[in-house]
């Protein structure tokens, strides 16, 4: 969080409660909007502000149903947006980063530093992976923030600004010289969509044979539809539950030529870490078959 002036806190989360034990604070309640409230030291307006360039509008009004939806909705509304500034880079955490998505989310150490080269991905000051998200034309929208500092960071938001509607991030593989798009890959979140391209190009051993285009979208109604409407081939491979039904289905009623694909772990990621682990005891087990043969 930010724009407050309080400088350390230190929040336990119980359920929907909060309870800040530092010692000049020693106060808690409850709720996303009372915690922005709480450590960003702002009023309710711009704690929903805050919500709604972070977490999209459905998110910002989720977190006021204790304050009761219309209020939320209003204050989007008439509030006026924070103009997109990206995250500055901070080069002394790229190794960090990097780290992070080639160790820990298993993405191939020449892929991830290709679209780092690209400016496509990036660290900040805070040690985020920055994914810099573009409209079809290039343009820079916004940044989705993934949280790699610790053991057990879960943190995923939207830099101040960052128009979901109007951007994504993306890349094409496949059919280089080429701009026709024939195939559109849909994934929940950047991480995903670069597991899923990885999976395919392990699997096949090759690039895609057709230009496709890989595209992160955590909500189907923020869909380019009327660019991907021309794309013969759209897969959409979201995760396999509730919720990733559910959007795929609202995508099949905007683009009608578009399929379903679902993995067999909980999300792609976990499908490459996966497979690379089934790669690894394959290679294991070849190596001990030389090494006994070689005995005789």
């Known amino acids: 969080m930010s724009g407050?002036?309080?400088?350390?806190?230190?929040?336990?989360?119980d359920g929907p409660k909060f309870y800040d034990f530092a010692p000049e604070q020693q106060k808690g309640s409850g709720g996303a909007i009372d915690l922005v409230m709480h450590v960003n030291q702002c009023n309710l307006r711009q704690a929903v502000v805050w919500l709604h360039e972070r977490f999209?509008?459905?998110?910002?009004?989720?977190?006021?149903?204790?304050?009761?939806?219309?209020?939320?909705?209003?204050?989007?509304?008439?509030?006026?947006?924070?103009?997109?500034?990206?995250?500055?880079e901070d080069k002394t955490k790229w190794l960090a980063v990097s780290a992070y998505l080639t160790q820990k989310r298993g993405i191939p150490s020449?892929?991830?530093?290709?679209?780092?080269?690209?400016?496509?991905?990036y660290a900040d000051s805070e040690q985020n992976a920055v994914f810099v998200m573009r409209n079809l034309a290039q343009e820079t929208k916004g940044v989705f923030l993934r949280g790699t500092r610790g053991e057990n960071n879960t943190f995923k938001g939207?830099?101040?600004?960052?128009?979901?509607?109007?951007?994504?991030?993306?890349?094409?593989?496949?059919?280089?010289?080429?701009?026709?798009?024939?195939?559109?890959?849909?994934?929940?979140?950047p991480i995903d969509a670069l597991?899923?391209?990885?999976l395919e190009y392990q699997v096949n051993g090759a690039m895609p044979a057709n230009r496709t285009l890989f595209l992160a979208v955590d909500n189907p109604n923020t869909l380019p539809v009327e660019q991907l409407q021309h794309i013969p081939t759209v897969q959409v491979a979201f995760d396999p539950d509730d919720s990733g039904n559910a959007a795929a289905r609202v995508v099949k009623e905007l683009l009608p030529q578009s399929k379903r694909l679902k993995c067999k772990a909980?999300?792609?990621?976990?499908?490459?870490?996966?497979?690379?682990?089934?790669?690894?005891?394959q290679n294991q087990q070849q190596q001990e078959q030389d090494d006994e043969l070689s005995i005789y």
């Open 4 to 13: 407050g002036g309080v400088t350390d806190n230190i929040i336990n989360i």
């Open 56 to 88: 999209g509008e459905a998110g910002a009004e989720r977190a006021a149903i204790a304050k009761t939806k219309t209020v939320a909705a209003e204050i989007i509304q008439l509030e006026p947006r924070t103009p997109f500034k990206p995250p500055v």
């Open 110 to 121: 020449n892929f991830v530093q290709a679209f780092h080269e690209l400016g496509l991905i």
């Open 158 to 189: 939207y830099e101040f600004g960052t128009k979901r509607s109007d951007g994504w991030f993306h890349f094409h593989l496949g059919q280089q010289g080429t701009t026709q798009v024939e195939r559109a890959v849909l994934c929940k979140s």
């Open 195 to 198: 597991s899923y391209a990885m």
């Open 266 to 281: 909980h999300d792609w990621n976990q499908q490459l870490l996966d497979y690379g682990q089934q790669l690894k005891q």
